[in-house]
């Protein structure tokens, strides 16, 4: 089957849902086949992730709670875009300064991953941000997170016994090691 064979169109669609972060649609769309079928999705503003690395191989990490999933977790900075037109570079930096109070001398771009393509239209862009100066944070008022020091080849081995279920965390922490040649 061709690659253009493979899409759908969009017949029909409504609001289902409008709230501050996501955005829920019901779609009618034609399929391959020329038969419809419903499509629920989440509509996101999109985001940024930020794995900060140390001269001492360490990567800043939070410790924060997560009401969907009642749990503390290991996570690298994060945050999502003010809007779709807001610079993603711009806001990683903003989101790094903010949960950790650090600020990066280079803000290298690991590229752009969907975290769950089949529900939601969120893209989430990837920085590794090196040589570091450490400061004050700047949380929000709804903000609550430890900021931790942990060796990269620690935090490799928690992801590989399935220790960090994130999956932001988990590719970041994988693409780095990657890209340093770990």
């Known amino acids: 089957m061709e690659e253009r064979e493979l899409l759908e169109t969009r017949l029909d669609g409504e609001t289902i849902f409008d709230g501050k972060i996501l955005h829920v649609e019901l779609d009618t769309v034609r399929l391959p086949n020329g038969k419809s079928a419903s499509r629920e999705l989440i509509r996101h503003v999109g985001a940024v992730c930020i794995l900060p690395l140390t001269e001492e191989n360490e990567i800043i990490v939070e410790r924060q709670y997560r009401y969907p999933v009642d749990e503390v977790l290991t996570e690298i ?32 771009d ?73």
């Not at 779709?84 to 790094?96: I, M, T």
């Not at 060796?151 to 890209?179: F, H």
């Open 77 to 108: 900075p994060a945050g999502k875009l003010d809007s779709r037109q807001e610079d993603r570079l711009s806001a990683a930096k903003r989101e790094l300064r903010e949960e950790t109070g650090v600020t990066a001398d280079e803000m290298i």
């Open 110 to 182: 690991l590229g752009d991953f969907f975290p769950a393509a089949a529900y939601s239209d969120e893209r989430i862009t990837l920085y590794l941000a090196r040589g570091l100066h450490f400061g004050a944070r700047e949380l929000d008022e709804d903000e609550f997170l430890n900021v931790r020091r942990v060796p990269l080849e620690t935090l490799l081995a928690d992801v590989m016994a399935g220790k960090i279920p994130d999956v932001k965390t988990q590719m970041a922490i994988l693409k780095v090691a990657r890209y340093l040649g770990i």
